[in-house]
């Protein structure tokens, strides 16, 4: 009775959803593109060839994490086609920057049993794996019914989530014990889902996300855009901030410049969406500023670059002394810390990390990461501290960077875990 009352609600709740989206492609145009995708069709599409795999990450986080997992997949088994889906137009763009044509992208389909098997008959996979936290009752049981296993992937459950789903657990019983294999990220991630009733394979592997590569390619364009843009000034970036978190940045910054006149600020807004707004913000602070898209190295009398550029974050992380990740000073639940870490750059975050609790919880165990109240204040003194002793700043980003070596290796055990499902 439950899934038919699902299935109903799903349905009749489509034409808002379409609203939605509308709505959505003011800001963001791509939004009202491929809307056939999202239904199974695929008019004027080549399928990729059949028995392949399917990787869903949901947006652009879920992408960079699956990036070396698809890497390492592609090297060990050439012959297997990857189909890639995504729910968002910024993690189809991500896709595309980091693969190419080398593997298939579509928008996974609504959680519609018609519209998902148009999408098994179009892609014929062997097996499903999702990154991190997407459960769909009607993905897993069409995928049950033939017998293509669905595996959860650095699997994460917030304690939101968690809470969710045990509302109706016992509805949900049959569904969760229709997953092949859960590989959670933490031991806080494994027990949720064995509170919820799974019964099936659950392996810790850790997080993949430990397991960053710095390319040589990435090194030399960080060397080159450095020599390009930053000579001996100072530079701070603040990343994947989210709404009501610029104007807390922008304000600490304007302190800063009073005893830091060359400081140089890199503002990466998490949402494409959010470009020209945040723009709109620096403009109206009456910084000088350049957009990264523009690509005009900043002058000396730059004050703020705004990174609006996809696919470039490591690239900026790369470059800076100090970084601020976002989605920590407003309840969003932080990002990935741990990118500006494998450059050895000292990280300051708020306290909304809910995010990320394990990777965190080792990092403020060894002062890996500096965490502040939520105001400009508390974020200019961060700033200024970490700007004003060399011995500090390698304090914390040596303290960082160690966590992550440490904790690396759980791809090679999620590999380890994968390969009976991709041999199959």
Known sequence: MWRFLYNLTVYLLQPLILLFMLIRSFKSPNYRKRINERYGFYRNLAAPKPNGLIIHAASVGEVIAATPLVNRIKKIYPDLPI????????????????????V?????????????????????????????TEIWPNLIRQLHKRNIPFIIANARLSEHSARRYGWVKNKLYRMFN???L????????????????????LILTGNIKYDLVITDELSRNIETLHQQWIGER???????????????????????????????????????????????????????????????????????????????LM????????????GSLVQHGGHNPLEPLAFKVPVISGKYTFNFPEVFRKLLDVDGVLEIEENSVALSNAVEKL?????????????????????????????????????K
């Open 234 to 312: 100072p530079v701070w970036i603040a990343a994947s901030t989210h709404v009501g978190e610029e104007e807390i940045i922008l304000k600490a910054h304007r302190t800063l410049l009073e005893k830091y006149p060359n400081l140089l600020l890199i503002l990466v807004p998490r949402h494409p969406e959010r470009f020209n707004s945040v723009a709109d913000l620096i403009t109206k602070a009456e910084f000088s500023y350049c957009r990264r898209s523009e690509n005009i190295a900043p002058s000396a009398e730059t004050q703020v670059v705004l990174g609006d550029t996809m696919g470039e």
């Open 387 to 423: 700007l004003d002793s060399k011995t500090l700043r390698e304090h914390y980003g040596n303290a960082g960077y160690e966590v992550l070596i440490e904790n690396r290796g759980a791809l090679q055990r999620l590999l380890n875990l994968l390969h009976p499902y991709l041999e």
């Open 178 to 180: 229709e997953i092949s």
């Open 315 to 326: 690239l900026m992380y790369g470059i800076s002394d100090i970084a601020f990740v976002g």
């Open 83 to 102: 189909t890639m889906t995504t729910v968002t137009p910024t993690g189809s763009d991500r896709v595309k920057a980091a693969f190419g044509d080398s």
């Open 104 to 132: 298939t992208h579509v928008y996974l389909p609504y959680d519609l049993p018609d519209a998902l098997n148009r999408f098994l008959n179009f892609v014929h996979p062997k097996a499903c794996i999702v990154i991190e």
């Open 182 to 201: 859960i590989a959670p990220q933490d031991d806080i991630s494994g027990t949720r889902y064995l509170e919820l009733g799974y019964k099936g394979k």
